[in-house]
């Protein structure tokens, strides 16, 4: 009698377990959908680490939407690690798939590479909202990465690095960011980044150091 009662205790414990890790799966897949109807997509990442150290995960582990979580917040490393944690299952799946090519063309700065990934197909229709929000951080990086890198680029690399055909993107280069198109050469000059105050002020501090440097170098010369 005491056998069998120690039996149903350990079975009612197992099932009670078995139902808060089914149900902590659940909402962690309601949780990512909740976030992407109201187009929070900054939490989604932190909102899953949460409940991954809660109450772990299994085959059912949103993990396309907890990569492409930290993804969108730019946390490249972050987002491959999230990548390695899971189980084969997990990494077996088209999305994650898709998800960690995204990743690995962010992480290695191949922007068209992030942009074909995201354009592959292998989305639900569910997760797309985050997909998309994703592509248009990564096309802002580019931009601000060219906008630092270039003083001049072709219209073709512009183009592919922000995901858009040729018209569009000279639409939006020259009409929004007031890049001016060379269209004997196909190539963009970029129009510089106005410095803040603290640049504008650190960069005349260096002109006036510039200055006496050279004044005291001639100075030193004529005695």
């Not at 205790?9 to 992407?36: C, D, I, N, P, Q």
């Not at 299952?89 to 992030?114: H, N």
């Amino acid at each position: 009698m005491i056998e069998h009662l120690k039996s149903g205790l350990s079975f009612s414990a197992t099932l009670r377990k078995s139902h808060h890790f089914v149900w902590g799966v659940t909402m962690a897949s309601a949780r990512v959908a909740e976030l992407l109807n109201s187009g929070s997509f900054a939490d989604v990442a932190r909102e899953l680490d949460a409940l991954e150290l809660e109450q772990g995960v299994d085959r059912q582990w949103p993990w396309a939407a907890h990569v492409l979580g930290h993804l969108s917040n730019n946390d490249l490393q972050l987002a491959r690690i999230t990548h390695e944690r899971a189980p084969e299952s997990g990494k077996a799946l088209d999305e994650t798939k898709a998800a960690l090519a995204m990743v690995t063309c962010a992480i290695a700065r191949d922007f068209p590479g992030v942009h074909q990934a995201a354009a592959s197909g292998a989305w639900s229709s569910s997760l797309q909202p985050l997909v998309t929000h994703v592509a248009s951080t990564q096309k802002q990086r580019a931009l601000d990465l060219m906008k630092r890198a270039y003083t001049t680029v072709e219209v073709e690399v512009a183009s592919r690095n922000l995901g858009m055909n040729a018209s569009d993107a000279v639409n939006e280069l020259t009409n929004t960011h007031g890049w001016t198109l060379n269209n004997e050469k196909n190539m963009f000059t970029v129009k510089l980044p106005t410095p803040s105050l603290r640049q504008h002020d650190a960069m005349e501090a260096l002109r006036r150091l510039t200055e006496h440097a050279v004044a005291m170098d001639a100075g030193s010369g004529a005695a």
